[in-house]
């Protein structure tokens, strides 16, 4: 593939969801709307009533959260294409690499919805099953961050690089003892800033193996299809359109750092020059000025961002 001025899907991942999340989509646009009709029936249960109208804190759940985010995503993704938006590749944020899948045809959208109910249900359990927790690092780069986990583990305790999300900002996940040391001592390593997360488990760390076992059986119960675009993998940050690769990346990266600076630059490398995030909020946007100003970023989860794409 040639580089060019090519256009990048980019999906965000939990953290992102918010309550209100895709009402005003679904009101302007009957694509939207059908969306969230079809998650609701995929799950059996109104997603769509908690997206628009909360609790909050049940939004907030792994489980709910990351089908929530996944069907907001591709409801902005399906209005996107509906006015002739063509994108040349994809990739996504932790759950946003599932939701790149579906836009990419790799996965069907009620396997999708599915399968990311499930696999929040079983990071949520492994959650409890082995407590963790991240923290989030600014101000040191990625060699650094490593050595600050090596410095705050302690006896047989995890913490590893888990995020790398722009340069000077990564995420570190562990044991919950060896997190809150890597806080306390991030300054005496150079960090400006070390704030622990609110999250219900150490996602992307060893921690959520027995989550994986879950995750392997969910995603041998759905069937993956070639990729019409190639998607850019958190685990490798390599382009993945075959099943089978696309299968093992995405359990992968249940346990594996996500390598978000990577797969960026990955898809820079292809041809990649206008970021479109379908979906609420715009945490990708945002990073992606800290990783290459001379990249256009567009997020597109209100119908005012709709109006703006095609003419970007």
């Not at 679904?26 to 997603?47: I, N, S, T, W």
């Not at 696999?119 to 961050?145: H, K, N, T």
């Amino acid at each position: 593939m040639t580089p060019g001025g090519g256009v990048a899907l980019q999906f965000p991942g939990q953290g992102s969801q918010a309550v209100g999340m895709g009402a005003a989509l679904a009101d302007a646009y009957p694509e939207a709307r059908a969306a969230f009709e079809e998650a609701d029936e995929a799950l059996g249960f109104a997603l769509s009533s908690v997206c628009w109208e909360g609790p909050a804190d049940r939004l907030t759940a792994t489980e709910i959260a990351q089908p929530a985010l996944l069907t907001h995503s591709i409801a902005a993704w399906r209005v996107l294409a509906a006015r002739g938006v063509v994108p040349e590749f994809a990739a996504g944020h932790s759950l946003g690499e599932f939701s790149a899948h579906v836009a990419a045809g790799s996965l069907g959208f009620a396997d999708g919805v599915r399968l990311v109910r499930a696999r929040g249900e079983v990071m949520a359990a492994a959650g409890r099953e082995r407590p963790g927790s991240m923290a989030a690092v600014i101000g040191l780069d990625y060699a650094a961050v490593e050595a600050l986990c090596a410095a705050a583990r302690e006896g047989e305790e995890v913490l590893v690089p888990a995020n790398h999300n722009a340069p000077g900002q990564v995420v570190v996940s562990g044991s919950v003892e060896a997190v809150r040391r890597a806080v306390e001592i991030a300054r005496a390593h150079g960090a400006k800033k070390a704030v622990e997360l609110n999250v219900s488990g150490a996602f992307h760390s060893p921690l959520m193996e027995p989550a994986a076992r879950g995750l392997a059986d969910a995603l041998d119960a759905v069937e993956v299809a070639p990729a019409r675009i190639p998607v850019v993998a958190n685990f490798d940050a390599e382009a993945v359109s075959d099943p089978e690769g696309i299968r093992a990346r995405l359990l992968a990266q249940l346990t594996a750092p996500v390598r978000w600076v990577a797969c960026v630059e990955t898809l820079r490398d292809l041809g990649a020059r206008v970021f479109v995030e379908p979906g609420p909020g715009a945490v990708l946007t945002g990073l992606l000025r800290r990783i290459d100003r001379q990249l256009e970023g567009r997020a597109v989860g209100e119908p005012a961002d709709v109006e703006e794409v095609p003419a970007a």
